[in-house]
């Protein structure tokens, strides 16, 4: 048990009057309670009258090792913080936020201070030391001098407003403060753990012996500094940040800067003090308090990588050392900027809602997004490489150059979400990255960015709330795609050399786009290759950054000419102001004349390019690394289509015969589809297309046509037409068959045919296609299950296996299964057992799930998005589900925020198979009617979905069917006979 809150501030006062000397004085009057009274800023951003420059914080999260779902009345958060800010105007207000924190006492000294001592002062970031001197030395030399009043480095009291709507306090002073001086605030407050993943919370893990161990941690982005203490928490106030943390002596701290020296306090408390970091913005400051091990290496500069996990499971970090200390070389090397801190420290947390927190140098994980168990496969490996190259991107971009506000957070998502692809193949070159790049970033950018519901990649946030909102597919995989775009129209030289320039001009500072397109335009001009220098590369990107959407672009052939046209990608009619926008394309095509790749940047609505001479097609966006869709008149497709199926030995990429690349194969299916999707070009059109799939072994384009009859499938059966969704099947398995019946059930191979594996045995194990597959997946699981869950299986079939025990199997395979994963030390082989749990059809099974996951109880609530997900393509269990999510909505609310990516995923992935008015008004009602939450991008979204499903039905069904029918006469065949 922990101590009192009285002890408590008798420690910290005590600390940081040591710390201070003779700065800390106690206040002449007591500070009065927060007022009632009216707010005296109305705007949900800061004023910009006051800057802080240096914080020194000082905590005692003060915690029981109850888990977390359980907190106590003795979890508390005791605080100080002492700001020095600087008045940028004379004013009585200092506006910063806080929220959920008492605050006890808030006072100001005006450290006023020699012209001279400013003047140091002002060269910021000076070290806490040499800061701590100036200041000691200023108000000694004033004392003796005696130029000043002893009164003016009194602490005077400060009154107290709160406006908890905007998550601002408002501090009156009042004797105003002067321009151009600096003062100390003063603030010591009480807090609480919080019960979401934001702020400060507990997460509790089981040791194998059984013991519950307790850890507190932080994650503060994009707005919860505020919940932890007071302070200016827009990304652009950046300022230094000295933290002191008491942590009882079983426990270690960590922070973002290596401690400086660690003091033992009265019982069992200790107190961590940390080195002054450099300039960064409040959202990346944190601290972890727990027991870990730690594995250790140093980069090739020296630098300190250390990855902290559990003491159980430090022989699961190896791989995520190896990979951090490799990247961290890398971008040194890319970016030509060091790495700026002493060390960086990887930490694996137990309960973690997103994949992993950037905070500079104390990067937080998921453990699913850092440890490797024993028995994770090559893809696994792969997820903790991009997830570790993802937050080391952001010591750069995000950490190092910060977007003035999150209206841009793209351009910290954007660059990290691109940027760890470019590294993980560098380092890893067989692991097919280019593929892997398409499939996370480009491809499903489009299709989320195809919706009326969609935003612009920048544009202007303000609450809390819509802040949270940017955090979408957008922010991060469409400025993910564009960049990409850009780099592969500007070549290396000019992105490379644009982007360096772009941080050694910004670093420790706050940018803008125009910053970023400002370099890139200085290196293209001075680049050799022609296309660079005639970009104006601010007009070409606003356009694709502004505005919502993206373009198609309509070919056609006529003799020697082609034909282009622009317009904006949707389904529904466009409005007039939609129906003229325009992008700057970077446009990329070959010929089946010259395969060479050919540049144009397209500005105007229609355009006319004249060729050298007559060609049979065109094929357009090569390699799929531009952020467009190509709608080919019906000629060329068919010239493609012939080309595809006739398969000549050729220049772009060669595989297999073809002509054209995987992924120009992969982007020639995802457009084609989604174009008749929304209505561009009859279905039969691209089901055509789909039929040279039979010649197809590349992982890449078998998985984007695979999807896209999954959806269809997933479509019909909510609509209960499940002859439809049988003939979708067996045109999957006309046509793919073959190669499913290729693969074994054995690990082994490269990481694409690792995966083209899964893909294809997962196919063949649906609906009963191909019944000996699952007889030999039941057999490997009750192998399994007799050796008592020791037999090694193979790693990346474990998925697939679990599953089919689970659905062909009884309570006992269930069971069985259940025990396994409590047994389990691994994060990612917990969650593959998670997911076959669910395909149990016992609803009794269903509902503990979503109740355990939810309550945390042996299910981690992180994973409630693994079992929806599960559940939600299902029509019977999305039924429980929705009915679950309804009845369980405001404790889903307490745990993921409104506007958080994971509760927007969460009601998303439910209600996006939808296709009914019925399920339609029970959506609208239960958000828009009953909790009036219709101005949310998710229930947009939802809504959308649904209209879109019931219109593609109504529009689509008897295309679709007839293709099939005529295609396949025989239609009720069993599927044995397909062999
Ligand atoms: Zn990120």
């Given at each position: 048990m922990a101590l009192s809150a009285v002890y408590l501030s008798g420690v910290y006062l005590w600390s940081l009057a040591a710390m201070w000397g003779g700065l800390w004085a106690e206040p002449e009057n007591q500070p009065e309670a927060v007022l009632e009274g009216p707010f005296p800023w109305s705007h949900q951003r800061l004023p910009t009258n006051i800057r802080p420059d240096h914080y020194f914080i000082h905590l005692h999260p003060n915690f029981s090792s109850t888990p977390d779902s359980d907190l106590s009345a003795s979890d508390s958060l005791t605080g100080h913080v002492l700001i020095l800010v600087t008045a940028l105007d004379n004013t009585s207000l200092i506006v910063l936020n806080s929220k959920g924190l008492t605050i006890k006492e808030a006072t100001l000294t005006d450290l006023t201070l020699s012209v001279a001592v400013q003047r140091d002062l002002i060269q910021r970031p000076p070290s806490a030391d040499k800061q701590k001197r100036i200041l000691l030395h200023s108000a000694t030399s004033r004392q003796q001098d005696g130029d000043q009043p002893r009164a003016a480095f009194k602490p005077v009291s400060l009154r107290v407003l709160g406006s908890p709507s905007s998550e601002q306090l408002a501090l009156l002073s009042d004797k105003p403060l002067i321009a151009g001086r600096k003062y100390q605030l003063s603030v010591s407050y009480s807090g609480s753990f919080s019960?979401?993943?934001?702020g400060l919370y507990k997460a509790s893990y089981q040791t194998p012996d059984g013991d519950t161990r307790t850890i507190a941690v932080t994650n503060f982005e994009p707005s919860s500094a505020r919940q932890v203490f007071p302070c200016f928490d827009e990304p652009s106030m950046k300022a230094v940040f000295s933290l002191v943390v008491v942590r009882r002596s079983q426990h270690i701290s960590l922070s973002n800067m290596p401690q400086r020296f660690s003091k033992h306090l009265e019982e069992d408390l200790v107190e961590d003090h940390y080195q002054t970091s450099i300039r960064?913005?409040?959202?990346l400051l944190a601290f972890v308090v727990g027991d870990f091990s730690v594995n250790s290496a140093k980069t090739k500069r020296g630098v300190k990588v250390s990855v902290f996990a559990a003491s159980h499971q430090i022989n699961q970090t190896d791989h995520a050392l190896l990979e951090a200390v490799k990247t961290l070389d890398f971008y040194e090397e890319y970016l030509q900027i060091i790495y700026p801190l002493p060390k960086l420290d990887l930490v694996a947390l137990p309960d973690f809602e997103s994949g992993a927190m950037e905070n500079w140098g104390l990067v937080t994980f998921r453990e699913t997004s850092l440890l490797i168990g024993q028995f994770d496969s090559l893809r696994g490996q792969l997820w903790v490489s991009l997830v570790t190259a993802h937050e080391l991107a952001h010591q750069w971009f995000g950490n190092l150059v910060t977007m003035v506000w999150w209206s841009d957070l793209w351009l910290n998502e954007g660059f990290a979400s691109y940027l760890e692809y470019t590294a993980v193949r560098h380092l890893q070159p067989d692991w097919g990255l280019e593929d892997q790049h398409l499939l996370m970033n480009v491809f499903p950018a489009l299709e989320k960015d195809s919706l009326l519901t969609s935003h612009p990649v920048s544009r202007p946030v303000s609450c809390s709330t819509k802040i949270r909102e940017m955090f979408s597919d957008i922010s991060y995989h469409k400025g993910a795609s564009i960049l990409g775009m850009l780099h592969s129209f500007l070549s290396d030289d000019v992105f490379i050399g644009g982007i360096r320039k772009y941080l050694s001009e910004h670093r420790y500072s706050n940018t803008q786009p125009d910053d970023l397109w400002k370099a890139m335009s200085e290196k293209a001009k001075n680049s050799k290759e022609p296309r660079a220098g005639i970009l104006d590369v601010k007009s070409l990107m606003d356009s694709w950054i502004i505005q919502r959407g993206y373009p198609v672009v309509s070919i056609s052939i006529q003799g020697r000419q082609i034909h282009m046209r622009q317009d904006l990608f949707s389904i529904l009619p466009q409005n007039n102001t939609e129906a003229q926008t325009l992008w700057q394309i970077p446009l990329t095509f070959y010929t089946s004349s010259v395969s060479s790749v050919a540049f144009h940047l397209m500005k105007s609505k229609e355009e006319v390019l004249a060729l050298s001479e007559e060609v049979s097609w065109i094929k357009a966006n090569v390699n799929s690394q531009g952020f467009y869709r190509v709608n080919y008149d019906g000629d060329t497709l068919r010239a493609l289509v012939t080309e595809l199926q006739a398969g000549e030995e050729g220049a772009q990429g060669g595989a297999a015969g073809f002509r054209f690349s995987p992924a120009d194969r992969a982007g020639l299916m995802d457009d084609t589809f989604h174009l008749a999707r929304q209505g561009w070009v009859p279905y039969g059109d691209a089901f055509t297309l789909s039929m040279y799939m039979h010649r197809e072994e590349e992982y890449l384009p078998i998985t984007v046509f695979i999807n896209h009859i999954s959806k269809m499938i997933v479509q019909f059966s909510f609509n209960q037409q499940a002859c439809i969704s049988r003939l979708l099947r067996e045109h999957l398995w006309r046509v793919l068959g073959r190669q499913a019946r290729s693969e074994r059930w054995e690990e082994g191979g490269s990481l694409p045919a690792q995966s083209r594996r899964v893909r294809l045995l997962d196919l063949a194990l649906r609906?009963?296609?191909?019944p000996e597959a699952e007889q030999e997946a039941l057999r490997l699981f009750h192998f399994w299950m007799a050796k008592d869950g020791q037999h090694p299986l193979p790693m990346s079939l474990r998925g697939l296996i679990f599953r089919v025990g689970v659905w062909r199997g009884g309570y006992a395979e269930w069971i069985f299964l259940l025990q396994q994963y409590r047994l389990s030390q691994s994060g990612k082989d917990q969650v593959t057992m998670l997911a076959a749990l669910c395909?149990?059809?016992?609803h009794t099974n269903i509902l503990w799930l979503l109740n355990a996951s939810l309550q945390n109880?042996?299910?981690?609530?992180?994973d409630f998005k693994v079992v929806v997900d599960q559940l939600a393509f299902r029509p019977k269990t999305n039924e429980m589900l929705w009915r679950f999510i309804q009845q369980h909505w405001d404790q889903l609310v307490s745990k993921f925020p409104l506007g958080s990516l994971y509760l927007s995923d969460i009601v998303t992935a439910t209600t996006s198979h939808f296709n009914s008015t019925q399920k339609y008004d029970e959506v609208y009602e239960f958000f828009?009617?009953?909790?009036?939450?219709?101005?949310?991008s998710f229930v947009q979204q939802s809504l959308e979905m649904i209209k879109l499903n019931m219109r593609w039905l109504q529009a689509n069904t008897k295309a679709i069917q007839s293709w099939l029918q005529q295609t396949y006469p025989v239609t009720y065949s069993a599927y044995p006979l397909l062999h």
């Open positions: 019960r979401s993943y934001s960064m913005s409040s959202y609906g009963g296609l191909w395909r149990t059809t016992n109880h042996i299910i981690k609530t992180q828009v009617t009953q909790r009036s939450l219709g101005h949310l």
